[in-house]
């Protein structure tokens, strides 16, 4: 696993899946200069959650940085004292907590965020079909609601329920695959999306799109883009997948 500045703040946001988190979490227990630059940039995300991107934050940053190492900044009162050597470890790690910095400032997080973006873009759903009637009518009910509010922790164990009740139908599948999705379990989500394109209903193409984020989020680049090219030019979704085609390939 590759460990840059971006796997650490994806790591902080909460953004790395289950297999990211626990090789991450490895790398982290044995090495302790990685150690300090998880530590300085968990306090550079508490710093942008207080301040925005404006020229008067950054005498903050400044003071941000300076209770993280102060051997980094010099205070205004030793301005005028004589420069200190910085070792090339210090300086490593300043050059990481300025470059981390920087790109939170400037750039908000956009350049981390490209998955998430992908999902919060194309992976959101419009709930189809009617509720039912019957025994399985208030499972359903709050199932298409927690849907609605995008509510996948709640979606995730009643789609299962439901699923687990009537195998054989495919919407399940569909909401099922997409709460899993949703949730990152992204390996346990390729099952039921499958069988929800396979059904050739309205939403199959739908699921499509989702098992392509999925395959995206495993490093399956190939069946993403297998997936998407297979969605007929006449579906609603198409230019969804001419758009997702040209952000992951």
Request: with cysteine; charged share 20%; proline share 2%.
């Amino acid at each position: 696993m590759t460990i840059n500045s971006n796997t650490i703040i994806l790591y902080l946001k909460g953004a790395l899946d289950n297999t990211e988190k626990a090789a991450f979490e490895t790398a982290l227990q044995q090495d302790a200069d990685l150690q300090e630059q998880v530590e300085v940039c968990r306090n550079l995300l508490a710093f942008e959650e207080q301040e925005t991107a404006t020229g008067e934050s950054v005498a903050a940053l400044k003071n941000t940085l300076a209770n993280i190492h102060p051997q980094y900044f010099k205070q205004a009162a030793d301005e005028k004292k004589e420069a200190k050597v910085i070792g090339m470890q210090s300086w490593k790690k300043w050059v990481m907590s300025a470059a981390a910095a920087v790109i939170i400032i400037v750039a908000g997080y956009s350049i981390f965020y490209t998955g998430d973006n992908l999902m919060d873009t194309y992976g959101h759903i419009d709930t189809v079909g009617l509720v039912e009637r019957g025994s399985d009518a208030t499972d359903e009910t709050r199932l298409v609601k927690a849907i609605q509010d995008q509510d996948y922790k709640t979606a995730l164990p009643l789609a299962k329920t439901l699923t687990t009740q009537q195998p054989d139908r495919p919407l399940y599948q569909f909401y099922y695959g997409a709460a899993l999705l949703h949730t990152k379990n992204y390996q346990e989500s390729v099952s039921p999306l499958q069988q929800a394109i396979a059904a050739k209903a309205l939403f199959s193409d739908k699921a499509a799109i989702l098992l392509a984020l999925a395959y995206h989020k495993l490093d399956d680049k190939a069946s993403a883009i297998a997936l998407l090219n297979n969605i007929p030019e006449g579906s609603e979704e198409y230019a969804n997948a001419q758009e997702l085609l040209k952000k992951i390939r």
